[in-house]
């Protein structure tokens, strides 16, 4: 059985008269990515500084990588990764420099440090730039340069603070690859992300953090389906055929003129076929057959009464 990476029960921090979280419960699965998601001032940030160790919490029982964070943070740096929102690239010197300057900070032996230091700047497609300075790579170069050094010293478990902010559809779509990569070696990834579409496509599980509590948890599925709006649409082009139809089915709205049904539902298998069993009996086909969910947009405005959330650029192909 899959043990826990990150588990946190109770953890509150407050600054002054302000609670930033509120008493949060985690449990991220070893080898999973677990994204936390929410608008601009959400305590995001705060809960990825609290269980790195770079911030006390007020409250709480934290565990990460099996060890208590109170009684033995250095036991905890030792087994993960930070990448924060912002680069730690220094820009004044080579990427090579870069990924040298982390071998040291790690102790890696001289011979060590450029071996792994070659290995993670040919993975992560940055072997013709590393002579170059860092200052000369774009965005999406930076990110990776950064989440290559954040691996010299061979974490298990990576905490990413919005990687992609700011970075072009193309490079998104690379920091995706490399993050499912990650995890496909055995890396558990703590994502915190704003963008809905992030958390859609990456996570195993999704907890939506919001005035400093978990608003809800599950997988992006669950979570679309606790937002009303789900239906399955029917439509027909034989008007005979229509009108059986509705007659079968419960609880339809119609359509006389598209003639269309829609019948409300979650979008589940067993929904599914009990519209599906309904027709059969009734001895009639549709044509046409679609089913709606709300998507994480929808969800997302539901749970933290409409708060915003950066737009992303729209891409023609996923």
């Known amino acids: 059985m899959t043990g826990l990476a990150i588990a946190a029960n109770g953890l509150r921090k407050s600054y002054g008269d302000k609670a930033v979280l509120d008493g949060i419960d985690l449990a991220v699965p070893e080898g999973t990515i677990f994204s936390l998601l929410g608008p601009n001032g959400a305590g995001k940030t705060t809960v990825v500084k609290i ?11 934290l565990r990460v990588g099996g060890h208590d964070l109170a009684a033995d943070p250095q036991a905890v740096r030792a087994t993960i990764g930070v ?8 820009g004044l010197i080579t990427g090579e420099e870069n990924m040298l300057l982390m071998a040291d900070l790690h102790h890696l032996s001289r011979r060590e ?4 230091s070659a290995e993670l700047l040919e993975r992560f497609d940055l072997a013709e730039a590393a002579s170059k ?28 603070d919005e990687p992609t902010t700011g970075l072009d559809p193309r490079s998104r779509h690379t920091m995706w690859q490399i993050i499912r990569e990650l995890v ?35 997988t992006a599925d ?20 229509y009108r059986k139809a ?22 589940s298998q067993r929904e599914l076929r009990a519209v599906l069993d309904a027709l059969d009996s009734a001895g009639v086909e549709a044509d ?3 089913v709606h969910t709300p998507d994480l947009d929808d969800v997302f405005f539901a749970l933290t009464g409409g708060a915003a959330v950066p737009a992303q650029p729209k891409e023609a192909v996923r």
């Open 51 to 61: 269980l790195s160790t770079l911030v006390t919490a007020d409250a709480g029982e």
């Open 83 to 90: 990448t924060g929102q912002f680069s730690a690239v220094d």
């Open 113 to 116: 440090g450029r071996r792994v």
């Open 133 to 160: 300075p860092a200052s000369t790579y774009s965005g999406g170069m930076k990110r990776r340069l950064d989440i290559a050094m954040t691996l010299v010293g061979g974490p298990r478990i990576i905490f990413l």
């Open 184 to 218: 496909t070696g055995g890396v558990t990834v703590f994502l915190t992300t704003q963008y809905l579409e992030e958390a859609d496509e990456l996570a195993h599980r999704i907890a939506v953090l919001h005035d400093g509590t978990i608003a809800a948890e599950g």
């Open 222 to 241: 669950e979570l679309k389906r606790i937002v009303p709006g789900g239906h399955v649409r029917l439509r027909f082009t034989d008007p005979a055929a």
């Open 246 to 267: 509705a007659s079968a089915l419960r609880e339809v709205t119609r359509d006389d003129d598209a003639l269309t049904l829609r019948i409300p539902g979650d979008g």
């Open 288 to 290: 046409e057959l679609t």
